[in-house]
């Protein structure tokens, strides 16, 4: 079946935030005026949503199936999921219809994986996950830095956004050359060099009683089965914030909370999304030896 040019959306004055009165079709039109910046993020890749079918309020999951009562035009790709215990048809979002009707079931955040369907085995982004203590930030901040500093002179190109929530994320594009094995290693192995030049700012400790107040790396992002929140893609949050790109020389002076549902459609000539975009048409790099020793 030929993919739709529009989409209906049902019940379009439904409050999917309801504090910031945020219809559905307020959440469907934000999702089409950044379409053209997050499907690239998207395209071919294995999706795992969370729902929101009655609003923040209301009872949120994840999903990785997609719903039988998918149209026939939803592209989906199969693949076990561990989790489940089972093969699971993924949806894939490779265009703005598809990215519309996720948004009119009420998928509010976006999570693809490192790999695309033509060669799952593949991975082709290394994320570095950037946790705080208590919501603060400027160690986020500090943190992330350091991680630049480290990237750089490992001499990787590196792409910079906020989580929408408390975080920050690093990722570095990367050929598909890598097993999931090797991508896992190469991010316990960063974490490590990072740790090393700062053991005082982060740690690599899960529990959050064992991180003494540092900033959680989490290379476990890179793992068989992760995913990364996908760049514009709102959070379940009560403030509708949104994952947001952005450049190394604007981060000690941003506020996360200041990207959201709301406002990120005006925001899309900051040099964050102009930096993905030309993101975009760079080629993909190696990763260096020192990672994979």
């Given at each position: 079946m030929t993919t739709p040019t529009t989409v209906e959306v049902t019940r379009p004055d439904k409050l999917l935030w309801p504090a910031l009165e945020i219809t559905k079709q307020r959440y469907v039109d934000y999702l089409r005026s950044v379409s053209d910046r997050m499907l690239p993020w998207l395209r071919d890749r294995p999706l795992t949503l969370v729902r929101a079918p009655d609003g923040i309020g209301g009872e949120t999951y994840y999903q990785k199936d997609t719903p039988r009562y998918a149209p026939s035009w939803i592209k989906t790709v199969t693949l076990?999921?561990?989790?489940?215990?089972?093969?699971?048809?993924y949806t894939v979002c490779n265009d703005a219809s598809t990215l519309a009707w996720l948004g009119n079931q009420a998928a509010l955040e976006f999570h693809p994986a490192p790999v695309r369907r033509d060669q799952l085995w593949k991975p082709d982004q290394l994320t570095v996950d950037l946790d705080p203590p208590d919501d603060a930030f400027d160690a986020a901040v500090e943190a992330a830095l350091l991680v630049l500093e480290v990237t750089d002179?490992?001499?990787?190109?590196?792409?910079?956004?906020?989580?929408?929530?408390?975080?920050?994320?690093?990722?570095?594009?990367?050929?598909?050359d890598?097993?999931?094995?090797?991508?896992?290693?190469a991010a316990v192995r960063l974490t490590e060099i990072v740790q090393e030049r700062r053991p005082d700012l982060v740690t690599a400790e899960f529990r959050k009683a064992d991180r003494g107040g540092k900033v959680m790396l989490d290379p476990s992002r890179n793992?068989?089965?992760?995913?990364?929140?996908?760049?514009?893609?709102?959070?379940?949050?009560?403030d509708a914030t949104v994952s947001f790109p952005v450049v190394p020389e604007e981060l000690r002076s941003i506020d996360p909370s200041a990207f959201t549902v709301s406002t990120v459609a005006d925001l899309l000539d900051?040099?964050?999304?102009?930096?993905?975009?030309?993101?975009?048409?760079?080629?993909?790099?190696?990763l260096p030896r020192e990672l994979l020793r």
């Amino acid at each position: 079946m030929t993919t739709p040019t529009t989409v209906e959306v049902t019940r379009p004055d439904k409050l999917l935030w309801p504090a910031l009165e945020i219809t559905k079709q307020r959440y469907v039109d934000y999702l089409r005026s950044v379409s053209d910046r997050m499907l690239p993020w998207l395209r071919d890749r294995p999706l795992t949503l969370v729902r929101a079918p009655d609003g923040i309020g209301g009872e949120t999951y994840y999903q990785k199936d997609t719903p039988r009562y998918a149209p026939s035009w939803i592209k989906t790709v199969t693949l076990p999921a561990p989790s489940a215990k089972r093969d699971v048809a993924y949806t894939v979002c490779n265009d703005a219809s598809t990215l519309a009707w996720l948004g009119n079931q009420a998928a509010l955040e976006f999570h693809p994986a490192p790999v695309r369907r033509d060669q799952l085995w593949k991975p082709d982004q290394l994320t570095v996950d950037l946790d705080p203590p208590d919501d603060a930030f400027d160690a986020a901040v500090e943190a992330a830095l350091l991680v630049l500093e480290v990237t750089d002179d490992l001499g990787l190109q590196t792409l910079v956004k906020t989580t929408g929530g408390k975080g920050l994320h690093v990722v570095m594009p990367i050929r598909r050359d890598v097993s999931p094995e090797q991508l896992r290693q190469a991010a316990v192995r960063l974490t490590e060099i990072v740790q090393e030049r700062r053991p005082d700012l982060v740690t690599a400790e899960f529990r959050k009683a064992d991180r003494g107040g540092k900033v959680m790396l989490d290379p476990s992002r890179n793992s068989t089965g992760a995913t990364v929140v996908a760049p514009y893609s709102p959070r379940a949050r009560d403030d509708a914030t949104v994952s947001f790109p952005v450049v190394p020389e604007e981060l000690r002076s941003i506020d996360p909370s200041a990207f959201t549902v709301s406002t990120v459609a005006d925001l899309l000539d900051r040099p964050g999304p102009k930096r993905w975009r030309e993101a975009e048409r760079q080629p993909a790099q190696r990763l260096p030896r020192e990672l994979l020793r």
